[in-house]
């Protein structure tokens, strides 16, 4: 042969390269994913910050309609429903829409709402400037509290859509929460006199 | 091109193969060979037993969707036989037997001695028994093994699954490692030990499509690894990748998961389009048509298998345009594919054509693989997959592909080189009605399915609705007579290590053509110490 063993070990060493950083790309498709979302918003998933209204863009020629829907994972006891189904907004304008959440559970719950834009690309032109999924929130046995959601449809949203969902599932995390005390519900009602 | 093998074997090698050392005796043989024929041998078998493993499961699936209702297994059990089938198949059978043709071939089709890697050659095929014996054993421990399908979806195998997971998760890494030590290892033999005067475009074509195949493993078995660690950490040590309360998000693993998984199909049937092109010429005594375009559309279906993985996941959601993409990219592949199929038929077209049994498996891959490419073709059209999309249809799809397709082939390269590497000719009685009880009863089996898949049953469901009782009965029957036409095999292929049946030349077909057909019947235990000179 005309090939020595120390051939073999140049090219083996490359290809062992060549398997680790794959091994590497596919953890580096996660963060990938995430951009590569945010971006073009086609997974439905909402910015996780505040974002800020600049007034005077209201659009009155357009009507859109925003429905909501509420569902907990499998596991999770809330109630949770929203204040209304579906409202008609105007591109530009600010709404505020409450939901109620309550824990029937003998037990402190830590939740997490997670939201989902359908179709996808409405997901880049909505807006919160406030939302209750921005944070956990947590509630004591038998607390309930209605908690706001404000947001502006952006007038860049294309023409072909005119009607969107938002949905929102709420999530048990009290698990890998951190400690109750620190995640005092801002929203929180007292629990009503009476109940258990 | 197999005019590349008009070759000078120096007369001095057979001498010297002679007075050299034979295989040693006893289990120790098998333990620490390093010999490229026994790692082949031992592949081939390991694969052909995990093949009757995998087909038991096949029979227990089969026989409890004989009826409507549940009467053989309950539900959780079915699911670990769907999953464990699948994996099994994949990763137990169809790929080591394609590794094992590998090592037995590529050395003799290039001229080497040996692979380029001998050590690792043994402890990549050494560490599969133990791979396999933990997930089988996986089936037995409490909560049972995996039950959410070989393509483990987040959150079934997070959130739903049994503590075995992490079982199931240890064995596929060890199948990776062994695969990648395996391809990594085609790699370097075929880039550094070719015989003088073997160019790249003299390579006979198996060789061409397994070092195809090698690169997409080295490619894409790492990024599986990748998965099944975030499965495992998902599942126990807290992390989120897949968890949207987490922040993650479960059709990402949709999306990893495909990127390792479409060229996988691809590493499943690659080698077995190199085969059918050794085989085809072979039998129509005429080269190949079109050898340089085979390589290039053996490339470029592995390129495009790298920008197709979304058309398993048009059903998650996504965009139009993403969708409109993925289908024209699937779409596209047909057109490689379709060169291959219209070069073996050139090659076959005003041939000298005999029909011996590596050629009978051969043009039976040829049109059942087309079917199943056909089939592929309706899938890859995003609205009718919506109605499709996992039902019967896809199993009848895959199984195509994969059973008349990969697993024909390599029957064929059993049947067309066993007399080389045993010195005698295998039973042939056995050999056709092997060949014609499987060819009538794979179809019998999976045929139907596109018809119950249309008409809307699911996949991966051990009940089903009364009106497709009378196909899934007929499915049965077909799925139990291609199980016990194996047995067939099994008994031919016994008879031939046996060394029992007629002696064979060293060419064994009239119209073989490659190095392989130059050396003795059967070949010896070292070949090509010193390496023939291509012309």
């Known amino acids: 042969m005309a090939t020595s063993s120390a051939q073999h070990r140049k090219l083996t060493l490359r290809l062992v390269i060549i398997v680790i950083g794959m091994f590497g790309f596919g953890f580096a498709l996660v963060p990938l994913y995430d951009v590569f979302c945010d971006i073009t918003g086609i997974n439905g998933k909402t910015q996780n910050s505040a974002a800020v209204w600049q007034s005077g863009q209201i659009d009155n020629s357009r009507s859109i309609t925003v429905e909501f829907i509420t569902r907990t994972n499998s596991g999770m006891s809330w109630e949770f429903t929203a204040q209304t189904q579906r409202i008609s907004v105007h591109p530009g304008e600010v709404n505020t829409v409450s939901f109620y959440v309550r824990n029937p559970a003998r037990n402190n719950i830590i939740a997490q709402a997670i939201p989902s834009v359908s179709p996808g690309q409405a997901a880049l032109y909505l807006n919160k400037t406030e939302c209750f999924c921005f944070n956990q929130q947590a509630l004591q046995a038998g607390q309930e509290a209605w908690m706001p959601m404000s947001f502006y449809v952006d007038p860049d949203l294309p023409e072909d859509i005119t009607y969107f969902t938002l949905q929102y599932t709420l999530y048990d995390v009290t698990d890998r929460a951190a400690d109750l005390t620190d995640n005092e519900n801002p929203f929180l009602r007292q629990p009503v006199s009476g109940s258990r | ?535």
Not at chain 2, 161 to 183: E, P
Not at chain 2, 411 to 432: C, E, R, S
Not at chain 2, 445 to 458: I, K, Q, R, S, W
């Open chain 2, 1 to 535: 091109m197999t005019k590349a093998t008009e070759t000078l074997v120096p007369d001095h090698a057979s001498a010297h193969q002679d007075h050299h050392h034979g295989a040693p005796k006893g289990i120790m043989r098998w333990l620490l060979t390093t010999n490229h024929k026994d790692i082949g041998t031992l592949y081939l078998w390991f694969a052909f037993i995990m093949f009757l493993v995998g087909g038991a499961m096949a029979m227990v699936i089969r026989a409890e969707l004989f009826q409507p209702g549940l009467q053989i297994v309950d539900p959780n059990f079915f699911n670990q036989m769907t999953t464990v089938h699948g994996l099994i198949m994949v990763f137990g059978a169809v790929m080591p037997a394609f590794t094992g043709l590998a090592n037995w071939l590529i050395p003799m089709m290039i001229g080497a001695p040996d692979m380029a890697l001998p050590r690792m050659n043994n402890w990549s095929f050494w560490i599969l028994p133990f791979a396999f014996a933990i997930l089988l054993g996986s089936l037995f421990v409490e909560g049972g093994g995996p039950a959410f399908g070989w393509t483990f979806y987040a959150p079934l195998s997070t959130t739903y699954s049994s503590d075995s997971t992490a079982l199931f998760v240890f064995s596929v890494h060890i199948m990776g490692i062994s695969s990648i030590m395996g391809a990594i290892n085609v790699i370097v033999t075929i880039f550094n030990m070719r015989a003088p005067g073997m160019s790249w475009m003299k390579m006979p074509l198996f060789v061409w499509t397994w070092l195809i195949t090698a690169f997409l493993l080295i490619a894409v078995m790492p990024v599986l690894a990748g998965a099944v660690t975030m499965v495992l950490t998902d599942k126990f040590f807290g992390t989120s990748f897949f968890d949207a309360a987490g922040g993650g998000d479960p059709v990402m693993f949709q999306h990893i998961f495909w990127f390792f998984g479409h060229p996988e199909v691809y590493i499943m049937i690659l080698p077995a389009f190199g085969i059918i092109s050794q085989i085809v010429p072979t039998f129509a005594r005429k080269p190949l048509f079109g050898y340089a375009s085979m390589v290039y559309a053996t490339a470029s279906i592995a390129l495009l298998s790298f920008i197709v993985w979304a058309h398993h996941m048009f059903t998650t959601g996504m965009p139009v345009f993403a969708e409109m993409f993925f289908m024209f990219a699937t779409m596209l592949i047909s057109v490689p594919t379709g060169v291959k199929v219209f070069n073996w038929v050139a090659t076959m077209w005003r041939g000298a054509m005999t029909f011996e049994i590596p050629m009978l498996f051969a043009l039976a891959f040829i049109v059942l693989f087309t079917i199943g490419g056909l089939s592929g073709l309706m899938l890859a059209i995003t609205p009718v997959d919506f109605q499709y999309h996992d039902t019967y249809f896809v199993v009848a799809h895959f199984h195509y592909v994969l059973v008349t397709g990969a697993v024909f082939s390599i029957m064929a390269a059993v049947y067309y080189w066993l007399p080389k590497w045993t010195g005698k000719m295998f039973n042939i009685t056995l050999a056709k009605w092997h060949f014609w009880c499987s060819l009538i009863s794979v179809n019998v089996l999976f045929f139907p399915m596109h018809f119950v898949g249309l008409a809307g049953m699911p996949r991966r469901i051990p009940d089903y609705s009364l009106q497709f009782a009378d196909y899934n009965q007929w499915i049965s029957i077909g799925g139990f007579a291609f199980g016990l036409s194996q047995l067939i095999f099994l008994t031919l292929v016994i008879k031939a290590c046996k060394k029992q049946g007629e002696p064979v030349s060293d060419r064994v077909w009239e119209g073989a053509q490659g190095l392989e057909w130059e050396i003795p019947s059967p070949a010896p235990y070292h070949t090509f110490e010193t390496p023939p000179v291509v012309k």
